[in-house]
């Protein structure tokens, strides 16, 4: 069986993007466009690895993080913080 990354992003642009390349890589892909959305998931079937925006509705990826680590079942679970968030001049 393929890993299984779970996408969290709201920004659907970028989860066609995300999710193109890593099914082109051979693994199994699951979105979240919310916070709420991404725990839920990540209690009912842990993925092997969370692709995780740092601003998502609901509850913030910041959020999302904390709530995963204080869980045992997913204190250890593999976790990249994503940000589109760029710098004014």
């Given at each position: 069986?393929?890993?299984r990354?779970?996408?969290?992003?709201?920004?659907?642009?970028?989860?066609?993007?995300?999710?193109?390349?890593?099914?082109?890589?051979?693994?199994?892909?699951a979105?979240?466009?919310?916070?709420?959305?991404?725990?839920?998931?990540?209690?009912?079937?842990?993925?092997?690895?969370?692709?995780?925006?740092?601003?998502?509705?609901?509850?913030?990826?910041?959020?999302?993080c904390?709530?995963?680590?204080?869980?045992?079942?997913?204190?250890?679970?593999?976790?990249?913080?994503?940000?589109?968030?760029?710098?004014?001049?």
């Amino acid at each position: 069986m393929n890993p299984r990354i779970l996408i969290v992003e709201d920004e659907a642009a970028l989860v066609t993007l995300l999710r193109y390349n890593l099914e082109r890589e051979g693994y199994t892909v699951a979105e979240a466009a919310n916070g709420e959305d991404a725990l839920m998931m990540c209690r009912e079937a842990p993925p092997d690895l969370v692709l995780l925006d740092w601003m998502v509705p609901l509850v913030s990826g910041v959020e999302v993080c904390r709530r995963l680590r204080r869980a045992p079942e997913t204190r250890a679970l593999p976790i990249i913080m994503l940000t589109a968030r760029g710098e004014e001049d």
